[in-house]
């Protein structure tokens, strides 16, 4: 198996993967799915729980990390997941991420 895969963080219920077609259009994917190890998919999960800690159900536009360090910690960890997403996929995956188009989502 090969392909193309984002770590992209998404609101609730979303494992923050996701596949790229040859179009590029993103299909949400899980960890299992991929042949992720469990203790990648557990870490991955822990991350998007944060993320999912964040939302502001009341107000989406408000959902926001509580300060720079709490959002460069997140996407420290989310540059280091998507390296041992490529190394368990192999050199016939090309992962990336983007962590920062969530905020254009929120935006009223």
Same mark, same amino acid.
């Not at 993320?51 to 960890?77: H, M, V």
């Given at each position: 198996?090969? +392909?193309?895969?984002?770590?992209? #963080?998404?609101?609730?219920? %979303?494992?923050?993967?996701?596949?790229?077609?040859?179009?590029?259009?993103?299909? #949400?994917?899980?960890?299992? !799915?991929? +042949?992720?190890?469990?203790?990648?998919? !557990?870490?991955?999960?822990?991350?998007?729980? +944060?993320?999912?800690?964040?939302?502001?159900?009341?107000?989406?536009?408000?959902?926001?990390?509580?300060?720079?360090?709490? %959002?460069?910690?997140?996407? %420290?960890? +989310?540059?280091?997941?998507?390296?041992?997403?490529?190394?368990?996929?192999? #050199? !016939?995956?090309?992962?990336?991420?983007?962590?920062?188009?969530? %905020?254009?989502?929120?935006? #009223?």
């Amino acid at each position: 198996m090969s +392909g193309s895969v984002v770590l992209a #963080p998404e609101w609730l219920g %979303r494992s923050g993967l996701w596949l790229l077609d040859a179009k590029g259009r993103r299909k #949400p994917v899980d960890a299992e !799915d991929l +042949g992720l190890s469990e203790a990648l998919a !557990d870490r991955l999960e822990s991350w998007m729980d +944060g993320f999912d800690a964040i939302y502001d159900e009341a107000d989406p536009a408000r959902s926001d990390f509580a300060g720079e360090a709490e %959002r460069l910690a997140f996407e %420290r960890e +989310g540059a280091a997941l998507v390296a041992a997403i490529a190394a368990e996929l192999g #050199p !016939d995956w090309r992962v990336e991420h983007d962590l920062t188009s969530w %905020r254009t989502k929120v935006t #009223p």
